[in-house]
């Protein structure tokens, strides 16, 4: 079966930088999605990986490692506003989206 | 302007009722989603439309029914409302979904809809 794993929940500090892994097992793969959603809000979209190495978006950068199954989520300088939840989803060989259950990332002051 | 847009926003209703939920983008997109997000928060695909074309059809039960007169629009439909049915809509579209592009998805803000 396909999978997506990532924590359920974690706490940092404002100002800090946090990690969130993901990691998968899917039939084929056609990339990795990152993205962010607000307690009832929609998703939105904030990073896209296919390649093996690190993609840098100004205070978020994604990692990916397809040999290992295996992506983060780096945020850096954490804003009160970036608490949310965050999810993993991998592009399938269908092209389809399989998504994880979203980290819940909490910012406290 | 809103890019994907559905209404209602949230929809209260009884056991048993048929219900719908309609979906526009103005993006110009080939392709329009319907996704269920749970109490669990998972995202789980229910129908994929590519150009007026169902190219997509988990294993929903036959009570939901999508329908897309046009490539902007993908409503659904839901007979005979049972309390599994509470959760979050969302609908989404994208450029292409066959294409090597990044596939980001353009979500709408989502349908709470409770079953009483």
């Known amino acids: 079966g396909q999978n997506i794993d990532q924590p359920t929940e974690m706490t940092a500090t404002e100002g800090a930088i946090v990690q969130i892994n993901c990691t998968y097992q899917?039939?084929?793969?056609?990339?990795l999605f990152w993205y962010q959603q607000h307690a009832g809000e929609a998703p939105t979209f904030l990073s896209y990986?296919?390649l093996d190495g690190l993609e840098e978006k100004g205070r978020f950068s994604s990692f990916l490692s397809r040999s290992k199954g295996y992506s983060y989520l780096l945020l850096k300088e954490l804003q009160m506003k970036d608490s949310a939840s965050y999810l993993c989803?991998?592009?399938?060989?269908?092209?389809?989206?399989?998504w994880g259950a979203g980290t819940k990332l909490i910012i406290k002051p | 302007d809103t890019a994907v847009s559905q209404t209602p926003k949230y929809l209260v209703t009884q056991m048993g009722n048929d219900k719908s939920i309609k979906c526009e983008q103005n993006?110009?997109?080939?392709?329009m989603y319907w996704y269920k997000q749970d109490s669990k928060k998972f995202l789980k695909i229910m129908f994929s439309?590519?150009?007026?074309?169902?190219?997509i059809n988990e294993t929903v039960p036959n009570r939901f029914s999508p329908k897309s007169p046009d490539k902007a629009h993908l409503n659904l439909h839901i007979n005979s409302l049972e309390l599994g049915d509470s959760a979050v809509y969302f609908c989404?579209?994208?450029?292409?979904?066959?294409?090597?592009?990044?596939?980001?998805?353009?979500f709408g803000e989502g349908s709470r809809l409770t079953v009483l």
């Open positions: 989404a579209s994208s450029q292409a979904v066959l294409e090597p592009n990044t596939g980001e998805l353009f």
């Open positions: 899917t039939s084929g793969f056609n990339g």
């Open positions: 993006l110009g997109h080939d392709t």
């Open positions: 989803a991998v592009c399938d060989s269908n092209y389809q989206l399989i």
């Open positions: 439309y590519n150009n007026k074309e169902l190219i």
């Open positions: 990986n296919v």
